[in-house]
């Protein structure tokens, strides 16, 4: 019973939001246990507005959810949660969303509803839009990533656009080259967007989005007042060359990075690129 309001509003997915508190640990301020815990409940009214986003995404979706081999299992789809139900929840949750926000702060506030009103426009419209559908992802990734410095009332640093710009549309462009892999010429019947995609496309586009988020990154650990974070490179690229590697062979991670915790080399990776990161911009503070 429970299982399937969990799957509704994609609990596993809010792993997105976690990006929220990429400002709290870049200024060194990961162990100030105020802000961490603004912060965090910053993180429940993210998820919390995602998953409304979901359950309204999924409505509209609804008959080409039906024809796709993953998604027909979902609860709308494969009709185990009534419409009804999926609407009075999407509203109790973006009801709770915008009032923990606004108790927050008011700019933390506007950005959610920035977050709700822009996914909204990309679910009715920007998804069937070649190249607007990734570039409106990516819009969404960054609105998530300002709004912990506007949570936390620090300066939006332009990495701190860019980064998580580039990762989104690393991450969106490999899925739809994974969804085309997928689905092949079925692929336009569940969105119509994918009819617009191939695969020299999608190499090409994985290729650029790759080269940029190697050096937005790059230039922000050359640029950064900490600058020994240029020793975190190597651990970087082998992230993203090993995602890149996964797209490319077809695995299902392309199109659920939820699942990457099956893949241990990543999550190794993954690890010692978060352990050099910490390390190096925190033990000046403890020394």
């Known amino acids: 019973m429970l299982n399937k309001y969990i799957n509704l509003i994609r609990v596993r997915q809010w792993y997105k939001n976690l990006v929220v508190f990429l400002a709290l640990f870049f200024v060194a301020q990961l162990f100030n246990s105020e802000l961490l815990l603004f912060a965090g409940f910053g993180f429940i009214a993210l998820c919390l507005a995602s998953s409304a986003n979901y359950i309204i995404n999924d409505l509209i979706d609804l008959p080409k959810d039906r024809l796709n081999p993953e998604k027909k299992h979902r609860p709308l789809a494969s009709g185990t949660v009534k419409n009804s139900s999926a609407v009075l929840l999407a509203v109790i949750l973006l009801v709770l969303s915008l009032t923990l926000s606004y108790s927050l702060s008011l700019w933390f506030f506007y950005s959610v509803i920035g977050l709700v009103v822009l996914t909204q426009i990309y679910s009715l419209w920007l998804k069937q839009v070649i ?140 690890a010692l690129w978060v352990l050099v990161t910490l390390v190096i911009i925190y033990l000046p503070i403890f020394t």
């Open 131 to 270: 190249f607007a559908d990734i570039l409106s992802i990516a819009t969404l990734f960054v609105i998530r990533a300002i709004s912990g410095a506007l949570l936390i009332d620090v300066k939006i640093s332009p990495w701190l656009i860019l980064c998580p710009f580039f990762l989104s549309l690393f991450l969106s462009v490999g899925k739809r080259h994974s969804e085309i892999t997928l689905l092949k010429e079925k692929s336009g019947e569940t969105r119509k967007v994918l009819k617009e995609y191939n695969h020299g496309l999608t190499n090409s586009l994985m290729t650029i989005s790759t080269t940029l988020l190697i050096i937005s990154y790059a230039l922000y650990s050359f640029l950064s007042e900490h600058q020994n974070l240029l020793f975190t490179l190597p651990f970087a690229l082998f992230v993203i060359f090993r995602f890149y590697y996964l797209i490319s062979s077809g695995s299902e991670i392309a199109r659920h990075p939820e699942k990457i915790i099956k893949d241990r080399t990543m999550m190794i990776g993954m």
